[in-house]
């Protein structure tokens, strides 16, 4: 229809000291692990990359969207509020805030849901009248 790629970018954040001697990390991901998920959850998606980066989330994030010229970031925000917030950040407000391009931010859902509105979403758009990105 736009002839758009949807890139699929997974940051793993920076090894701790103990995770890098210990060889453990409780935050990897492969590329078969992303492949896995985007089998799983975007079937229908043909045209996609895949991307794995490793450091500061949001940082990584705002640098792969600027280094790629990418037109829309979708982000899921995990919902913290409080103190939680307050003392582990929000990786969606900091890629909002610094993003050279528009973000939309999603609350995450049930699986159920999620599928029902990826129906809504592709179907809203069809009957959209958008200008063709690229």
């Known amino acids: 229809m736009y002839n758009a790629y949807l890139h699929v970018l997974h940051v ?5 000291l103990l995770e890098t001697s210990t060889g453990l990390s409780a935050s ?3 590329y078969k692990d992303l492949s896995a998920f985007t089998a799983r959850w975007l ?13 500061q989330p949001h940082k990584e994030i705002v640098h ?3 280094e790629e010229d990418i037109d829309l970031i979708v982000i899921a925000t995990h919902g913290r ?8 950040g929000s990786v969606a407000e ?6 050279p391009a528009p973000v939309l931010t999603v609350k995450p859902r049930r699986a ?8 809504s979403v592709q179907s809203a758009l069809s009957e959209a009248d958008l200008p063709e990105l690229r």
Do not use: W
Request: proline letters at 2%; a positive charge; charged letters at 25%.
């Open 43 to 55: 079937p229908d998606q043909a045209k996609m990359i895949l991307a794995l980066r490793s450091g």
């Open 94 to 99: 900091k890629v909002v805030r610094f993003s």
């Open 64 to 66: 792969y969207a600027a």
């Open 28 to 30: 990897s991901c492969s």
């Open 112 to 119: 159920e849901e999620i599928r029902d509105a990826r129906q």
């Open 12 to 16: 793993t954040k920076e090894s701790s």
């Open 81 to 88: 509020n409080g103190l939680n917030h307050f003392v582990m």
